[in-house]
């Protein structure tokens, strides 16, 4: 059985914040889950995470929903 959650953020900076994570999402190699991220608009961001389990769903889901919440704030300090 496959998991799957999605997350749509409207945020202001959505194309930086989903360029800063580009890294992570190139260099994932974890077998059990994947994560497709994109823009939609101008301003959101959608976060697409797939998972064998729910063990690997919410390992994943931990990873990039803390990224995006980093790089938002580091949008709103500079």
């Known amino acids: 059985m ?3 959650a999605v997350f749509r953020f ?3 900076h ?3 914040i989903y360029r ?3 890294p992570e999402l ?3 190699l974890n077998l059990r889950s994947s994560t497709r991220c994109w823009v939609e608009g101008t301003d959101t961001l ?3 995470v797939e998972a064998q389990d729910i063990a690997a769903l919410r390992a994943a889901l931990n990873m990039f929903l803390r ?3 980093i790089a938002e704030e580091m949008q709103e300090i500079a």
């Open 20 to 22: 800063s994570l580009l």
């Open 14 to 16: 959505a194309d930086m």
């Open 67 to 69: 990224l995006v919440s």
């Open 46 to 48: 959608v976060l697409q």
């Open 2 to 4: 496959l998991h799957e």
């Open 10 to 12: 409207t945020i202001v």
């Open 26 to 28: 190139s260099d994932e």
